[in-house]
C-alpha cells in the first residue's frame, strides 16, 4: 500500500531527528493514521501523546519552541487548524515560535470521515496569520523540500497533507515550477489540485488544446514574483485546488496580482463537504479531471476568457 | 508598588486594577524569592520560567519587574503606543516576559511545554492562573496531561480572588464564585494543592518552597487573595473595577487613603 505524505513526512522527520536533537513530536491521538507513529516508533523519548486536546498541545509545542526544541505536532488538519485556531494565532503566529504543524486528511476528500474531519478553508486561516509558513507539497519530493526549507528558518509552519497517497510529480521540487513546457492556457494548482490538474491537462492535450501546469506548493509567503514572472507570459489562467474557490491559491493570487485573471475550480463555498469516495466526491463537484477539462474548454470559448494578458 | 500601580493606570487612562492589586504579592514573592533568574541577562536559557496567563494584570508584571531591575521604561507607557509594556504581556516587545499572554487558559499548557523541555536541565516554571480563567477548557486539558506524565517541575498559581469581570453577579439562583471547590477539582486532577493567603509573604514564600518539594506530581498553590487589595474604594466594587477607568477626584482621594 502507498503511503499517505503524512507517513513520509514522520518518517523522514525521524531520520533527520538523528543529527538534530532539538526535533520532537507531539500528536494528538492519531499516530497510525497521521504519521507520527514513525516518530514515535523510532524517538519514543522525544515523542509527547499529547492526548485529545488540540489546543493544549499546541500551547505546549510553543512553551517547548520557547526553550529551544523543534516541536512537530501531528493530527488531522481539521483539527489543528479549526480546534486551536486561536492558540495558532497567539502561540505561534503572534509569538513567533518554530512549531510546524503537520495536518493530515485536508481538503474534501475526506472518504467516510466526511464534514468533520476534512478541511476545506485551512489554507485561509493559515495564510491570513503574521509570520506563518504554509505549505501543500504535491508529492513526497516535495514535501522533503518544504520540511527542509522549515527547518532550516525560525518561523512557525503548517504543512497541508490530504488523505490520498499521492504519486510523485515530473521535475525537481521547488516553491513554485513549471511542470512541463508553459503554455498561453496555464493551469496554476497547489497539493492534491496539482494531481486533479494533471488529469485534466491530459484530456486537454489530447483534444488539441496545448495547456501549461504551474505547481505552487509554497502557499505563504507565497512566491509572487516567481508567479507574476511565469504568469506574465500566460493569456488564460485556471487555478485548481483541493480547497474553497475563496480564501485559497486563487485568491492569493488574485491579492498579490491583481492584474491577472484568474478562473478559480476548487469546492463550492456553500459546501460543507460529506462522506463518498474520492471519484464519486470529485466528479459530483465539477473536480474530477473529465469535468475539469469539459469545464476549461467551455470558459476558453467564452468571449470574456479570451487572451487576457496581464 | 500598589500606588505605583493606581499611578500608572489612571496615568495611561484606567486598566485592571483589581487583579494586578490581587496578584501583586505573590508575584513579587515569586521574582524575589524563588525564581532562578538575573536582572541582567533576562534570556538566560538556564533560567525559571515564569508566565502571567491572566495577562490582563500585566501592570502587576510590569511594575515587579520594574522593581527587580528588568527595565526602567516607565510605568505609565503602559498600552500606549510603541511602549514595549504592551497591554498584556508581549514576549516579542519586552526582555523579562518569557511568554506571550493575553487570550485567558493558554499558559499553563505553555508552561508545560516548557517544563518538558526544560526537565533534563532542572530549571522550574511558575505559571500563575486567574480562578476565572479556570473556566477556559484547555486549563483542563493541561492539568490531565502535565499530572499524567508527572512533571513535577510545573508549578501553577492561582490568583483566587473570587470575581471575574462579570460573572454571575447579577444571576439569581446561581452560584456567582467564578470556580468551586478548587482545591477538590485539581487533587482530582492528579496535583498537589497547596492553600495559602496570598498577601502574606512569609507563607507564600514557604509554601512555594514546599511545593518545590513535591515529587511525580505537579503541584498547585491556590492563594487566597482579595481583589483590589490595599484600596477600600476597589475591594468593595471588585465588579466595576475589574477594568475601570477612575475620575480625577476619585483618582485624588484613593491616593490620598480617603477612599
Known sequence: ?310 | MRSEIVEALYACGGGHYGGSLSVLDLTLILYRRILQISADNPRDPQRDRFILSKGHSAMALYAVLRRIFFFEYPLSSYGQFGSPLEGHPDMTALPGIDFSTGSLGQGLSVGLGMALALHPTGQRTWVVLGDGECQEGQVWEAAMLAARYGVERLHAVIDYNKFQEWGWSQSANVNTQPLENLSQKWSAFGWRVFEVDGHDHDALTDTFRQAMETKGQPSVVIAQTVKGKGFPLIEADPIRFHCATLSPEEHQQLTNGKL
Open chain 1, 1 to 310: 500500500m502507498m503511503w499517505r505524505l503524512a507517513d513520509h513526512c514522520g518518517q523522514h522527520l525521524s531520520e533527520l531527528a538523528v543529527a538534530d536533537s532539538r526535533i520532537c513530536v507531539l500528536d494528538g491521538d492519531l499516530a497510525d493514521s497521521d504519521g507520527a507513529i514513525h516518530f514515535a516508533q523510532r524517538f519514543p523519548e522525544r515523542f509527547t501523546m499529547a492526548g485529545i486536546a488540540e489546543q493544549c498541545m499546541v500551547s505546549v509545542a510553543a512553551g517547548m519552541a520557547s526553550c529551544g526544541l523543534k516541536p512537530w505536532v501531528f493530527s488531522f488538519g481539521a483539527f489543528l487548524c479549526y480546534r486551536s485556531y486561536d492558540q495558532i494565532r497567539v502561540c505561534l503566529s503572534q509569538s513567533r515560535q518554530p512549531v510546524t504543524l503537520v495536518g493530515s486528511h485536508t481538503g474534501g476528500c475526506s472518504a467516510r470521515n466526511g464534514k468533520t474531519h476534512g478541511a476545506l478553508n485551512d489554507l485561509a486561516l493559515m495564510a491570513s496569520l503574521p509570520n506563518m509558513q504554509v505549505w501543500a507539497p504535491g508529492d513526497t519530493a516535495d514535501l522533503k523540500f518544504a520540511m527542509h526549507s522549515i527547518l532550516g528558518g525560525d518561523r512557525p509552519a503548517y504543512l497541508r497533507l490530504p488523505r490520498r497517497p499521492l504519486d510523485a510529480l515530473a521535475g525537481e521540487p521547488a516553491p513554485c515550477r513549471w511542470i512541463g513546457t508553459p503554455q498561453l492556457v496555464t493551469l496554476v494548482s497547489t497539493g492534491l489540485g496539482t494531481h486533479l490538474a494533471l488529469g485534466a491537462q491530459e484530456i486537454l492535450l489530447r483534444a488539441g488544446i496545448p495547456v501549461g501546469l504551474l505547481h505552487c506548493p509554497q502557499i505563504a509567503p507565497l512566491p509572487a514574483e516567481i508567479l507574476s514572472d511565469a504568469l506574465r507570459q500566460c493569456e488564460t489562467i485556471f487555478v485548481i485546488e483541493d480547497h474553497y474557490t475563496f480564501g485559497g491559491l486563487a485568491s492569493l493570487i488574485q491579492h498579490a496580482i491583481p492584474q491577472v485573471h484568474i478562473i478559480a475550480h476548487g469546492w463550492a463555498n456553500d459546501w460543507s463537504g460529506q462522506s463518498g469516495s474520492d471519484e464519486d466526491l470529485l466528479k459530483h463537484y465539477g473536480l474530477g479531471s473529465e469535468q475539469l477539462a469539459a469545464t476549461i474548454m467551455r470558459q476558453l470559448k467564452s468571449p470574456v476568457n479570451a487572451k487576457r494578458v496581464c
